[in-house]
Structures are given as structure tokens and as C-alpha cells.
């Protein structure tokens, strides 16, 4: 099969082993041999992040808006807030995903480029004291690769009573995270990102005495319920609706292979591809606009080259022509391209990139 490097944020790059367990006899969901593989895969989701005892992986067939909305407009009852820390467009996605359930929430704005000011941000909270009962957080922004850093935020919601809500989609299965340290109640990621599986499914992975605390709150959604889907997953190994049935034997296999390479040694390698992506594009003469002592080693956000020669489609339809597919940026203010190092990829696909990139900057004539 041709091998296409995805330098977008996801759907990433997956190994031949992952395409090809989708390749398997037809099969009805609501038999009991798929069941044992929905278990599987729920109880492999959570072991990544938390203890299955305490933690409990809730599954929906969507992409991974839906899973932030399924936890939103299931969890935040009619007479409680959220405060929302907006630093990027996923922030500002918790903010519409609000607007359009009428959830109450306050919005927490931060800089897209720095790490959040925690004075400032305790001093909302106290001033919002007993309007909010939650926080929610995007743990690496995508947007430009900013991280933040989730244990300060955890300790602020323990001072404050606060229940933790983590929009994990491009963090969860390279950064390590301890949902139970970190006190996280909520966290919410997607099958076809850092897990390095297909796109179809997303899943809440949630704290199950919280869950159970949402039973008899008023219902404001249907196929997203939360706790209806929980329920339902206990009874029956299923899920209430069809189920994206090959995306799910592709994660089962992706499960796998992350249990074989464990999170922290693929945070070694995404950092590994990271480092040589950096010194890369800095030798080519281009910068980045996240320091890197803020940064997520999973996307970067670099400066276009001022260049008379350069149009970002130029760009892209040139790398794309030789099997490398980069994403635009996504920040106003900036003229800025990103390139993600994640997904079944190691250095040496970075360093054939980088060669690649520098045939191009050669023809435009950014570089001799
Ligand atoms: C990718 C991503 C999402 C979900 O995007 P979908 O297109 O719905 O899959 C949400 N939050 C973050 C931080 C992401 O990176």
C-alpha cells in the first residue's frame, strides 16, 4: 500500500497493521463476539489514563466534537456554569458548543502563545464563586501547539471544589496524563489521533461516581446522553446506536500496539521527530511561534516565509505531489503553516521532509 505521511493534526499516519484490521468478516454489532471486543477496547482506552476500578471509557460513533459536546450538554446541569478557558479555537469551540445548548459558562480568555496567567485565572474563579461548578480545559491547543499545563490547573480546582473537564483530543496517548493525580473527571479524546487508529469514534473517559451522579439531572440531548450511553454499555456491550464497526477493530489493534510501545515511549519518539522538525525548519531559515518550553511536541506552528515566490497552496500542492500532506495555520493575527510530528512516523520521515521543504524553499528562492 503507498505509504502517504500525514504532517496534519490528525487523522495521523497509521501503521499497515491498523488499516488492514478493518479488513474483516461482516459481522452484527449486537452479537456477543463484538461485545467482547467494545470491552476490550473501552477498559484499553482507560488504562492509558486511569484505573478501570474508578474510570470508565464511554463510547460514541462521531468525530471528536462530539465527544466535547456529549460531556458538556450531559454533565453541566440547567442551575450550574462552566468556566472555560479559551486560548485557542478548540477554547472557543467549548464557548459555541455552549451558545447553542444555552449551558451558562464563563469565558476565561488567554493568550494563544503564552502559558495561562494562574493569578488571573483564580481571581475569575473566586469572583464567579457558586455560579461555577466546573472547569473546562483544552490540554494541548492545536491551534498552534501551545500546552497547558494541566497540574496547576488541577490544583485550583481542588482548592475551589471545581469538576474537572479535559479536551484531551490531540494530547491523550503521547503525553502521559493521570487522571486520578490530576483530578480530572472528564477527559475526552478521539480514535484517530495520537491513538493512531481511524476517525469515527470518540470517547469521554470519565470518573464512574460522577457518572452516576448525573442520573436523574434533567436531559438536554439525545444520542449524545452520557449517562444513557453508560448505562446502556453496562447492560449490553454495546452502544445504543450503530456503531462504526471497522474503525473499532482498527482501534482494538491500535490499543495494542500503543500497550506494546507504552505512552511515554511514544512521547519519546513524537519529541524525537519534534527536535529534528525544529532544528529542521530553523536551519532552513523559518521559525516557530511557541517557545519550547511551552510547547506540546506535537504540532508546530512556523511563520510563512516572506518570500515573493510563496503561496501556502504552492506550497502544499508540492510536498503533497511527493506523499507529505501539510495542514494551514489557524491563527488570525499570524501568517503561519503547521506541521504535526505525530502518528506512525519517526525521525527519519521527518528528516525526508525536511529535504523536501528545502527543494521547495530553493525554487521560490527563499534559500540559495
Ligand atoms: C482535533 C481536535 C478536536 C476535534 O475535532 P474533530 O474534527 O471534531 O475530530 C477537538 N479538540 C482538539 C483540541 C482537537 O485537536
Known amino acids: 500500500m503507498k505509504r502517504n505521511i500525514l504532517l496534519n493534526p490528525g487523522p495521523a499516519t497509521t501503521t499497515e497493521t491498523v488499516k488492514l484490521a478493518q479488513v474483516v468478516p461482516d459481522i452484527c454489532p449486537r452479537e456477543a463476539e463484538f461485545g467482547a471486543l467494545m470491552e476490550f477496547v473501552?477498559?484499553?482506552?482507560?488504562?492509558?489514563?486511569?484505573?478501570?476500578?474508578d474510570y470508565t471509557s464511554v463510547l460514541f460513533g462521531g468525530s471528536g466534537t462530539a465527544g466535547v459536546e456529549a460531556v458538556l450538554s450531559s454533565v453541566i446541569g440547567e442551575d450550574e456554569g462552566v468556566l472555560i478557558v479559551n486560548n485557542g479555537a478548540y477554547g472557543a469551540r467549548m464557548c459555541q458548543i455552549c451558545d447553542a445548548y444555552g449551558?451558562?459558562?464563563?469565558?476565561?480568555?488567554s493568550s494563544k502563545i503564552e502559558p495561562i496567567n494562574l493569578e488571573e485565572l483564580e481571581a475569575c474563579i473566586k469572583e464567579h464563586q457558586g455560579f461555577i461548578q466546573y472547569l473546562a480545559v483544552i490540554h494541548n491547543e492545536t491551534t498552534t501547539g501551545l500546552l497547558n499545563d494541566l497540574d496547576p490547573l488541577a490544583e485550583l480546582?481542588?482548592?475551589y471544589g471545581l469538576t474537572f473537564i479535559v479536551d484531551a483530543m490531540s494530547s491523550y496517548a503521547a503525553i502521559?496524563?493521570?487522571m486520578a493525580k490530576q483530578n480530572i473527571s472528564y477527559l475526552v479524546a478521539s480514535s484517530n489521533k495520537n491513538i493512531q487508529g481511524m476517525a469515527g469514534v470518540v470517547f469521554a473517559i470519565c470518573n464512574k461516581?460522577?457518572?452516576q451522579e448525573l442520573k436523574d439531572k434533567k436531559k438536554r440531548n439525545f444520542y449524545l446522553d452520557l449517562y444513557a450511553q453508560y448505562e446502556y454499555f453496562q447492560k449490553t456491550k454495546q452502544l445504543r446506536f450503530t456503531p462504526p464497526v471497522q474503525t473499532l477493530y482498527a482501534l482494538k489493534q491500535a490499543i495494542i500496539e500503543l500497550q506494546e510501545e507504552t505512552v511515554e515511549g511514544r512521547y519519546e519518539r513524537y519529541t524525537d521527530n519534534w527536535e529534528t522538525l525544529l532544528e529542521g525548519i530553523t536551519r532552513l531559515g523559518l521559525t516557530y511561534l511557541v517557545a519550547k518550553e511551552h510547547h506540546s511536541h506535537i504540532i508546530t506552528t512556523i511563520l510563512e516565509p516572506d518570500c515573493e515566490g510563496y503561496s501556502f497552496d504552492g506550497m502544499h500542492d508540492y510536498l503533497y505531489a511527493r506523499g507529505y500532506t501539510i495542514y494551514p495555520g489557524k491563527i488570525g493575527e499570524n501568517n503561519t503553516f503547521r506541521i504535526a510530528n505525530i502518528g506512525a512516523l519517526d525521525r527519519n520521515d521527518i528528516k525526508e521532509f525536511l529535504e523536501c521543504l528545502e527543494k521547495y524553499l530553493i525554487g521560490i528562492k527563499f534559500i540559495k
Open 157 to 159: 480546582t481542588r482548592k
Open 42 to 53: 473501552s477498559e484499553g482506552l482507560t488504562s492509558f489514563v486511569a484505573n478501570p476500578k
Open 209 to 211: 461516581q460522577k457518572l
Open 103 to 109: 449551558i451558562h459558562y464563563v469565558e476565561f480568555k
Open 176 to 178: 502521559p496524563i493521570h
